[in-house]
């Protein structure tokens, strides 16, 4: 009998290879480090500020917007020293933060790389970056920036600045020596309200005379003057609405021989008074006391102060308005300012000075603002 051939069963494929368990984990964990780290670069370059941005920040808190056209550093931070005064609060060492921003977004090229290694250098930044420092090297850092193309973009656009004096600060090169030369002060006498006449004599002899108006037309008038008297002895007449000038016409050989005149002062002609009746002015006059404040009044009818700051700066407040920066001492651009004197009207003040070659002035308005006396 035949055999029935029974087909064997199917077995079965054989079992595919199991993965490691371990060798799973280490792949995940490999990609989710690939992932975090990609993650984190990622963040930290998205938050690292480019180094124009972090300038304008470090810029706008310790000197405020960009500078002016043909302003200088040294003129911007003059300003907010004499704007601060006592009152500094945590200026400047609350800009630390901003100025070791700066710092870490510095790198990645040579000039950049350069400019970082002059603030570790110059700032101590590899410990604490200074802000002081920075204060006192600003310009040059500055100039290396730039030359990295380094910017202090949105300086402009940030709020919170220290407070600076506003207005551009009159340079020496504008004032003029209304009395040129060495001169001294012979006289000082009033010519009636709101009038003053002033007697200046030189090293050669020759006489000078001003005459100050606050409030007139031409508030302050110098021009050498021709009378027939000896310059030592001249001296201005009390009492009179013209300037007048009393002194020795001739010397004689005894007092009572000596030759006396009474002149105008401009014309240098004989005005017919007795010089034994006349009342001539001290040749001593008395001067104000040195004091930081020129000017303290009402101009205008609104309160105004021109004095100079513990800097060396001089600046003017008036009532309403922000403080104005008027002009630097002569180690910063402006002019020599010894004995200032203060003559003040009611809608104008004159102060004269001697300055290096002669005697200038500045003439305040009552609006606030000044100028150079012409």
Known sequence: MPKLLIPAPDEPPPPEPRKSRAGLIVAVVALLAIGAGAGFYITRARKKPSASHAYGQLHACLFGPVLAEGESFDTRTRSIDAALGEERGDYPARCEPALTTFYESLGGDPKSDGLKEVLEIELGCKDKCSTASLIKKISQIHDIAASAKIKPEGADEVANVPPRLTGKPLKASEFREIVPGTVVLQGLTSLGPG???????????????????????????????????????ARLVEGKEKPTIYGVVSMGATPEETKYGVFDAKLGEPTGDDPKEVKSATDRPRLPASSPTWVEAPLEGTKLRVYRAKNGVLRLDREGDAPRFIMDDSDHDGPATGEPIPFVGQKRAVVLFTGKQGISGLIVKGDGSVEPAK
């Open 195 to 233: 009038k003053t006449a002033l007697l200046y004599k030189d090293t050669v002899g020759i006489l000078h005379l001003c005459e100050i108006e606050p409030d007139g037309e031409r508030p302050l008038a110098c021009a050498p003057i021709r009378v027939p008297v000896g310059a030592q002895t």
